[in-house]
């Protein structure tokens, strides 16, 4: 068993989420699907899945080869149960497979800024004991529309999603809440147009991720807790959770 990580770009990995999910003694399976890494079949053998960020567009398949398989992916862990991490495009994508929508936004939110956290985060299994202002890291310029029945948990006045759950054991996160002292340099580097919105980004992070650190690892260590708290529940569920249908090798969406 192992919990599958689906990286979209170079840059964009777990960061703070791998720490946590070695802590609790899991084991990572890294699908870098941006280098030709092959999204599996089905949800035998991975016990949560951890969907990162990324430049494309949750709502279209343009220059997005992997989206129908994610969603299939995603869908047969709502389906089973199983526990899912989504974060910024994830968190988007969990949206749309749960029935939700991800549309384009009005412009970019990039930099360190503040979300909300609204009453049902006090009783959230993740974020409760969060303040009610928390500073993020955010980085994306699309935004999504939460299905009927999840959660909202997280909110500011710019994108009103920003961290939500859906059922038991699924969570997206609009914001990187992994980020550590690397995330922004890697950013930064990576998205250099982005970065130039927004000066004094690099000055503004010791303070920020100083402030940030004790609520992210408390979630991220939450989060691998329940994996391996629900280790063999999620195993006979996905043994017994139908595979994705695949017509002429394509995963139907």
């Known amino acids: 068993m192992a919990v599958l990580v689906v990286e979209h770009v170079p840059g964009e990995g777990p960061y703070a989420i791998g720490p946590a999910l070695d802590a609790a003694g899991l084991r990572t399976r890294l699908?870098?699907?941006?280098?030709?890494?092959?999204?599996?079949?089905?949800?035998?053998?991975?016990?949560?899945?951890?969907?990162?960020?990324?430049?494309?567009?949750?709502?279209?398949?343009?220059?997005?080869?992997t989206r129908g398989a994610e969603l299939a992916l995603l869908r047969a862990a709502l389906a089973a149960d199983v526990p899912v991490l989504g974060v910024c495009l994830g968190a988007q994508?969990?949206?749309?497979?749960?029935?939700?929508?991800?549309?384009?936004?009005?412009?970019?939110?990039?930099?360190?800024?503040?979300v909300r956290t609204g009453p049902p985060a006090a009783t959230d299994p993740l974020l409760a004991g969060a303040p009610g202002r928390l500073g993020v890291l955010?980085?994306?310029?699309?935004?999504?529309?939460?299905?009927?029945?999840?959660?909202?948990?997280?909110?500011?006045?710019?994108?009103?999603?920003?961290?939500?759950?859906?059922?038991?054991?699924?969570?997206?996160?609009?914001f990187h809440l992994e980020a550590d002292e690397s995330t922004v340099d890697t950013f930064m580097a990576a998205f250099p147009a982005d970065a130039a919105t927004v000066p004094g980004l690099r000055a503004a992070t010791p303070a920020a991720l100083a402030a940030l650190i004790p609520h992210r690892d408390r979630v991220l260590g939450r989060f691998a807790a329940l994996v391996a708290d629900r280790a063999e529940h999620t195993a006979s569920r996905t043994f017994f959770t139908p595979r994705p249908c695949l017509t002429n090798g394509v995963v139907r969406p």
């Open 31 to 65: 699908c870098r699907v941006w280098a030709g890494d092959v999204l599996p079949e089905s949800l035998v053998g991975i016990e949560a899945l951890v969907v990162m960020g990324g430049p494309m567009a949750a709502h279209s398949d343009d220059g997005f080869p």
């Open 138 to 174: 955010h980085w994306h310029g699309d935004t999504m529309e939460l299905p009927d029945g999840a959660v909202l948990l997280a909110s500011c006045d710019r994108y009103p999603v920003q961290a939500f759950r859906v059922g038991g054991a699924a969570w997206g996160l609009q």
């Open 93 to 114: 994508l969990l949206a749309v497979a749960a029935g939700g929508a991800a549309v384009e936004g009005s412009g970019l939110q990039v930099g360190w800024g503040d």
